[in-house]
């Protein structure tokens, strides 16, 4: 039975995967998130990440790393969840949990050649863009798909079921 938990990776698996794709020549692309609802925007990101190389490996926030970064009150769906959600979707290949608040230790290990962000970033702004850069890696940044954030879909839910 095919089941997406093959795509998830701990940190020492993707280090030898993604070097096993670089020696092969394949482009390897890397994105992260918290994802705690995925929608049409996550989707469009991922999928225009998978379109700017060969694998695509999206990091994920842990639970802890999501509650230091947006509060208790943003976990939605615990690591688990979020890791076999992100992981079900066809343009990813490959997941990996990370702890820390922003993705340097592991883009540092992935080292991948493309670093994509949604619009809501500025690369200047990106704490990790000095690594990618400081090995020859690129970073994209793709413009939000207006309308859909996380935030924004709680506060719809919110005032829809609030006579509830």
């Given at each position: 039975?095919?089941?997406s938990?093959?795509?998830?990776k701990?940190k020492?698996?993707?280090?030898?995967?993604?070097?096993?794709?670089?020696?092969e020549?394949?482009?390897?692309?890397?994105?992260?998130?918290?994802f705690?609802?995925?929608?049409?925007?996550?989707?469009?990101?991922?999928?225009?990440a998978?379109?700017?190389g060969?694998?695509?490996?999206?990091g994920?926030?842990?639970?802890?790393?999501?509650?230091?970064?947006?509060?208790?009150?943003k976990?939605?769906?615990d690591?688990?969840?979020?890791?076999?959600i992100i992981?079900?979707?066809?343009?990813?290949?490959?997941?990996?949990?990370?702890?820390?608040?922003?993705?340097?230790?592991?883009?540092?290990?992935?080292?991948p050649?493309?670093?994509?962000?949604?619009?809501?970033?500025?690369?200047?702004?990106?704490?990790?863009?000095?690594?990618?850069k400081?090995?020859?890696?690129?970073?994209?940044?793709?413009?939000?798909?207006?309308?859909?954030?996380?935030?924004?879909?709680?506060?719809?839910?919110?005032?829809?079921?609030?006579?509830?």
């Amino acid at each position: 039975m095919w089941s997406s938990e093959r795509k998830i990776k701990t940190k020492e698996e993707i280090c030898n995967i993604a070097e096993r794709f670089r020696e092969e020549g394949k482009t390897i692309v890397f994105t992260n998130g918290c994802f705690e609802i995925l929608h049409p925007g996550h989707i469009t990101l991922l999928e225009k990440a998978k379109s700017f190389g060969d694998i695509l490996i999206v990091g994920i926030n842990s639970d802890e790393s999501v509650k230091k970064i947006k509060g208790e009150k943003k976990l939605i769906f615990d690591e688990k969840s979020r890791l076999k959600i992100i992981s079900a979707l066809e343009c990813v290949d490959y997941t990996v949990l990370f702890n820390e608040e922003t993705p340097e230790n592991i883009i540092s290990i992935i080292k991948p050649h493309i670093h994509v962000k949604g619009g809501d970033y500025k690369e200047e702004d990106l704490p990790e863009a000095k690594i990618v850069k400081s090995y020859g890696g690129k970073i994209i940044i793709v413009p939000l798909i207006e309308g859909f954030s996380t935030t924004q879909i709680i506060n719809k839910i919110l005032a829809l079921y609030k006579d509830h």
